[in-house]
């Protein structure tokens, strides 16, 4: 076997970790088995679960290769086993982050013969000749219920050839893939014995590209000859002084780059210039030094000596020259800052819409040149440090509060769940009650608003709601929804738009359902008939679009991967808000609003916060704190003054 391993900027997002392990047998046992291969991916990811893809993979392969008298499919079935059970005893213990957030595949290979198994969004091909197989699609797992949780189900299993290949993608790659057309390029690669050379070649003419997403590619060509894996990690080429994001960010953090990379230049010239006169200084010295130690009857450990301590003094001497200068550019950058705060200071007073957005930027301009100070404090003098930080407080505290940024040390906690009850995944509000569900359940969870709890059986797995007039509408993939309503509940199944469709976010306005197909970059309408029946599906966008969630109220609001908020009418783009917020967003997850609220609600659980602003973008709140460590969903209340934060077992209440 030859093993190719492509990892894509793992460092891109700081909530998402991926990695993948490729074990070969170590001895004649373990030959019996085969190799084992597996790759995984989580977001959403909390600091305590940053080993959390190690240790399962660890479990896995030590099962594996224990159970060295079975078969490869049965040492497979026993290993994942125990990674069920130790799935299980996580979520018991209330570790239940990773749930909804996992993707892990596991194969093993053995003479040819395939066996496999998968949770998440994790993609399969075959490559046979210039046939590319999607045998990720014959795979079907079996039901998951909460308890005994079963997260890997069926393993599935396959005779492969000689010089097969194996394509293992994560699903940004693999979305990267398909919009940019290399899984056919991929394909005509199959037949060739320099597949890999052929794959970085095709990989190296989209590297800019593919320093936006990242995930991993495994590749694995089925060779009697067995070749250790080759790994690559594909970053950004970027020097210490400079990184791409600086190049696309906005053209004032640039210039504010150069300025400084011109005075980091300007202070390697004074370098050379000081170290040329001091050369010229120690080459007299020198000269005098060995004169006098011809005249000396010193041994030469005496010499090696004072010659230690005189290199030692020189490199103190250009080190302390090298921090002075350092210093005084950190003082003239520190000056400007002064200076924006104080015009800062007179936009303020103004207090009209253009000052306050003025005095906004200066604040930003100054966060900019402060933060690379920040990183570095460490060793400057205690007065200098005292300035740095003091300034630090000042910046944070005026952008706080022009960015309406409330901090909430200890939010109101309003119920939290045991493990053994249910696990939440989503949440709805009707009627002041909360509605939990999840895709690993058929029950609904139903939280009173006097705090009593009820399980509702729905016999579906539900995968999204969405408040339909009066009653409750689950949608459980892939075309099956369940009216809730106060007279019990009904199913209905609506036409399916198109081959291999997956919707990933609902919404409703006048009892026309618009669903949104991420993969597809497209929404799709079912137009009303009345009595919970529904027409034709209508593909809704003129042109598709990368997005992240949609929501509804007469226009149809898109949350766009770049973290902007498109309005869209009639399948068109009529005005595209850039969120001018600080902290800057970095992964926003989910969108809200309805045509009774005038405000837009925005999820981001990457910085701990829940954003509300106008639908012209004007910012109204934010509310972040330490604890919003596991955001997975949040619903809000008909007059829009409640939001209700699941919080991985917790379920927090804002009120504004």
């Not at 008298?69 to 059970?85: D, G, M, Q």
Request: aromatic content about 12%; proline content about 4%; hydrophobic content about 40%.
């Amino acid at each position: 076997m030859q093993v190719f391993e492509f990892h894509f900027n793992p460092k891109l997002r700081p909530d998402l970790i991926f990695n993948s392990f490729c074990y070969e047998p170590e001895n004649i046992y373990e030959r019996r088995l085969g190799s084992l291969y597996m790759v995984g991916l989580l977001k959403n990811v909390l600091p305590k679960n940053l080993q959390f893809l190690e240790k399962l993979a660890k479990l896995i392969k030590e099962r594996y290769y224990k159970g060295t008298i079975f078969t490869p499919e049965k040492s497979l079935k026993e290993s994942l086993r125990e990674a069920n059970e130790f799935l299980e005893e996580l979520a018991k213990k209330g570790d239940v982050s990773w749930l909804g957030n996992l993707s892990f595949a596991v194969l093993s290979l053995k003479d040819f013969k395939l066996n496999f198994t998968k949770v998440g969004e994790i993609k399969f091909f075959l490559l046979r000749g210039k046939k590319l197989i999607d045998i990720d699609r014959k795979l079907r797992l079996q039901d998951i219920e909460p308890y005994p949780l079963k997260i890997f189900g069926n393993i599935i299993w396959g005779k492969l050839a000689e010089n097969d290949i194996i394509l293992v993608l994560t699903k940004e790659i693999f979305d990267f893939f398909q919009e940019e057309n290399l899984i056919d390029e991929v394909a005509k690669l199959a037949p060739h014995q320099d597949f890999d050379e052929g794959l970085r070649e095709i990989l190296e003419q989209k590297r800019e590209a593919l320093m936006r997403v990242s995930g991993i590619c495994l590749a694995i060509i089925l060779t009697k000859e067995k070749i250790l894996a080759k790994k690559e990690t594909i970053l950004p080429q970027i020097s210490k002084e400079f990184s791409l994001r600086e190049v696309f960010a906005p053209l004032l953090k640039v210039s504010l780059r150069i300025t400084n990379l011109l005075r980091i230049y300007e202070l390697r010239i004074n370098l050379l210039k000081f170290l040329s006169k001091k050369i010229n200084l120690l080459k007299n010295s020198l000269k005098t030094f060995r004169e006098k130690l011809k005249s000396l009857t010193l041994n030469k450990k005496l010499i090696l000596v004072l010659t230690l301590i005189f290199v030692l003094l020189l490199g103190f001497i250009f080190s302390q020259f090298e921090k002075s200068q350092r210093i005084k550019i950190y003082q003239k950058n520190l000056k400007e800052i002064q200076e924006n705060l104080n015009l800062t200071e007179g936009y303020l007073i103004l207090r009209n819409p253009q000052a306050t957005k003025k005095a906004n930027s200066l604040l930003k301009e100054s966060w900019e040149k402060i933060s690379p100070i920040l990183t570095e404090s460490r060793g400057l003098p205690k007065d200098f440090n005292q300035q740095i930080f003091s300034l630090k407080d000042e910046i944070l505290e005026k952008l706080y509060n022009l960015n309406k940024l409330e901090k909430i040390d200890n939010p109101e906690l309003f119920y939290e769940f045991k493990t053994e009850e249910f696990i939440p995944q989503k949440l709805i509000v009707f009627d002041e009650e909360l509605y939990f569900f999840s895709p690993y359940s058929k029950n609904l969870f139903l939280l009173k608003e006097n705090k009593e709890t009820e399980i509702i059986e729905i016999g579906q797995k539900i995968s999204l709601a969405n408040r339909f007039n009066d009653e409750i509408l689950f949608f459980s993939k892939p075309n099956q929804l369940t009216v809730l309503s106060g007279g019990g509940q009904s199913s209905v199944s609506f036409k399916e738009p198109y081959p291999d469709f997956n919707f990933d976010d609902f919404s409703s306005f006048k009892g026309n359902l618009y669903f949104f197909d991420k993969k597809a970059g497209q929404i799709i309408r079912y137009l009303y008939l009345g009595n919970f029946q529904w027409g034709e599906a209508e593909l809704w966008l003129r042109k598709s679009v990368m997005g992240k969630s949609i929501a509804v109220d007469g226009s149809v609001w898109i949350l766009g991967k770049d973290n902007s908020v498109g309005k869209y009418y009639a399948g068109v783009l009529q005005e595209k808000i850039e969120l001018d917020i600080f902290p800057y967003s970095k992964d926003i997850s989910k969108i809200f609003t309805s045509p009774y609220l005038p405000y837009l609600y925005i999820l981001e659980p990457a910085q701990k916060r829940i954003i509300v602003i106008t639908k012209t973008g004007e910012i109204m709140k934010q509310f972040q704190s330490e604890k919003f460590d596991n955001l997975l969903d949040f619903a809000v209340s008909e007059d829009g003054k409640t939001i209700w934060l699941l919080n991985g077992l917790k379920v927090y209440q804002i009120k504004f």
